[in-house]
């Protein structure tokens, strides 16, 4: 049977139709198989520093300075003597090389081939600033300093002996526990804390090399004392930083608590004390803070000196007038800060003078009184009043303030 032209054709074009597809399934199946071979990501390297230096292509190794260690026998077996001699004579405007303390840490950067050349030496003179000594041409010296982290973090104890003793078992730097003394000098006495007293801090964490160096700023603070709540909270108005508490008052006094930090009271104000030398029954119109000698001690408020000098049985001693109706004196100094005199100006916190046991004295110790209107008061019952609260246009700022720290403050159990 014959076939018709026109079916011959239909079929010829669908047989192509048919080897067409089949070639394009080969094709995708060829090239676009399934690869489970690993796949590799190119990264670029990051470089490497250290004191701001580039050095990859380097080796770097540290050392502290060992005792009777200098400059010229630390680097005495990388550098010649008259290297050493004109960083010596040359650069002292930038670093004093006597200066150099045992304990210290320092770098060699040297070049990584056999030769070991020394082309930098870095001397770190505290835990973020250090000196440069850029050896690999001529001489160049310089300072910098490292990068400087800050984090927020927060701190809790309850008082067992002193503020002192619970922060050190809190594993709390010196550094905070100055600056929560200086929130708290105006509104609670440190030496007065009762066992089972407790406190709360958020601050600032200033880290240098990813180590905690110090504590910066008290960002919001709690101290719970004698069943009263005192919060301090940092705030900023007329470009004056300062502490106030929950309700906007300011934590700043005209007077501190007391003139000295950390001390204990030996004894307090009294009508009728026996006298440890003189025994016999007088009145003691004072306190006595102990601390060893040499203990700064500190104005406590604003003033103009009326008396600096030596006066009997109080040995060296100091007179302060704060205003019209305040005066305080402090007595058995070992001596005097630099520039004390009769008629200088004070500033509160500043120091004038220094733990001693002049005049007639057991041993080292402040004899710390306060006048007002010429009679002694009990310095450890004036109720000064406060400085500036939040201005009333800020208050709306500071209440936001308050809510989102004492939230915090709250949530520390």
Same mark, same amino acid.
């Given at each position: 049977?014959?076939?018709?032209?026109?079916?011959?054709?239909?079929?010829?074009?669908?047989?192509?139709?048919?080897?067409?597809?089949?070639?394009?399934?080969?094709?995708?199946?060829?090239?676009?198989?399934?690869?489970?071979?690993?796949?590799?990501?190119?990264?670029?390297?990051?470089?490497?520093?250290?004191?701001?230096?580039?050095?990859?292509?380097?080796?770097?190794?540290?050392?502290?300075?060992?005792?009777?260690?200098?400059?010229?026998?630390?680097?005495?077996?990388?550098?010649?003597?008259?290297?050493?001699?004109?960083?010596?004579?040359?650069?002292?405007?930038?670093?004093?090389?006597?200066?150099?303390?045992?304990?210290?840490?320092?770098?060699?950067?040297?070049?990584?081939?056999?030769?070991?050349?020394?082309?930098?030496?870095?001397?770190?003179?505290?835990?973020?600033?250090?000196?440069?000594?850029?050896?690999? !041409?001529?001489?160049?010296?310089?300072?910098?300093?490292?990068?400087?982290?800050?984090?927020?973090?927060?701190?809790?104890?309850?008082?067992?002996?002193?503020?002192?003793?619970?922060?050190?078992?809190?594993?709390?730097?010196?550094?905070?526990?100055?600056?929560?003394?200086?929130?708290?000098?105006?509104?609670? !006495?440190?030496?007065?804390?009762?066992?089972?007293?407790?406190?709360?801090?958020?601050?600032?964490?200033?880290?240098?090399?990813?180590?905690?160096?110090?504590?910066?700023?008290?960002?919001?603070?709690?101290?719970?004392?004698?069943?009263?709540?005192?919060?301090?909270?940092?705030?900023?108005?007329?470009?004056?930083?300062?502490?106030?508490?929950?309700?906007?008052?300011?934590?700043?006094?005209?007077?501190?608590?007391?003139?000295?930090?950390?001390?204990?009271?030996?004894?307090?104000?009294?009508?009728?004390?026996?006298?440890?030398?003189?025994?016999?029954?007088?009145?003691?119109?004072?306190?006595?803070?102990?601390?060893?000698?040499?203990?700064p001690v500190v104005a406590l408020g604003d003033g103009r000196i009326g008396e600096a000098g030596w006066k009997g049985g109080y040995g060296r001693y100091i007179s302060i007038r704060h205003n019209s109706v305040y005066t305080t004196s402090y007595a058995h100094l070992s001596g005097y800060a630099k520039?004390?005199?009769?008629?200088?100006?004070?500033?509160?916190?500043?120091?004038?003078?220094?733990?001693?046991?002049?005049?007639?004295?057991?041993?080292?110790?402040?004899?710390?009184?306060?006048?007002?209107?010429?009679?002694?008061?009990?310095?450890?019952?004036?109720?000064?009043?406060?400085?500036?609260?939040?201005?009333?246009?800020?208050?709306?700022?500071?209440?936001?303030?308050?809510?989102?720290?004492?939230?915090?403050?709250?949530?520390?159990?």
């Open positions: 049977m014959k076939i018709p032209k026109t079916k011959t054709f239909k079929i010829a074009i669908l047989s192509a139709c048919i080897v067409i597809v089949l070639i394009v399934i080969l094709r995708v199946i060829f090239f676009y198989q399934v690869d489970d071979s690993p796949q590799v990501t190119l990264q670029r390297r990051t470089p490497t520093y250290a004191y701001n230096i580039h050095v990859d292509s380097l080796d770097i190794s540290y050392a502290v300075v060992k005792n009777n260690q200098n400059l010229s026998t630390i680097l005495s077996s990388h550098v010649s003597g008259s290297l050493i001699d004109k960083i010596a004579r040359q650069t002292g405007d930038i670093f004093d090389i006597r200066k150099i303390r045992t304990g210290q840490r320092y770098a060699f950067i040297t070049t990584k081939d056999s030769l070991h050349r020394l082309d930098y030496f870095i001397y770190e003179i505290n835990p973020i600033d250090f000196v440069v000594y850029d050896l690999r !041409d001529s001489l160049r010296v310089y300072r910098d300093k490292k990068k400087v982290v800050k984090e927020i973090r927060t701190a809790k104890g309850t008082i067992s002996n002193s503020l002192w003793n619970t922060m050190e078992q809190n594993n709390l730097d010196v550094d905070l526990i100055l600056k929560m003394a200086d929130v708290y000098a105006w509104t609670i !006495d440190f030496y007065g804390l009762q066992k089972g007293d407790d406190f709360r801090v958020i601050y600032e964490q200033i880290l240098v090399d990813s180590i905690p160096v110090s504590s910066d700023r008290i960002i919001a603070a709690l101290f719970r004392s004698g069943g009263r709540n005192y919060y301090a909270f940092s705030f900023e108005q007329n470009k004056d930083k300062g502490y106030f508490d929950d309700t906007g008052q300011s934590l700043r006094r005209s007077f501190l608590k007391a003139p000295l930090h950390f001390s204990r009271i030996s004894s307090r104000f009294s009508r009728a004390r026996m006298h440890p030398i003189l025994r016999i029954m007088r009145p003691h119109f004072g306190v006595d803070y102990s601390a060893p000698r040499g203990t520039g004390i005199k009769a008629g200088t100006s004070v500033k509160q916190g500043e120091v004038i003078g220094y733990v001693g046991s002049s005049g007639l004295s057991t041993g080292a110790h402040l004899d710390f009184r306060v006048y007002r209107n010429g009679s002694p008061v009990d310095p450890l019952k004036i109720e000064s009043p406060p400085t500036d609260p939040v201005n009333q246009a800020l208050m709306e700022q500071y209440r936001k303030l308050v809510y989102k720290w004492k939230l915090e403050l709250d949530s520390l159990k």
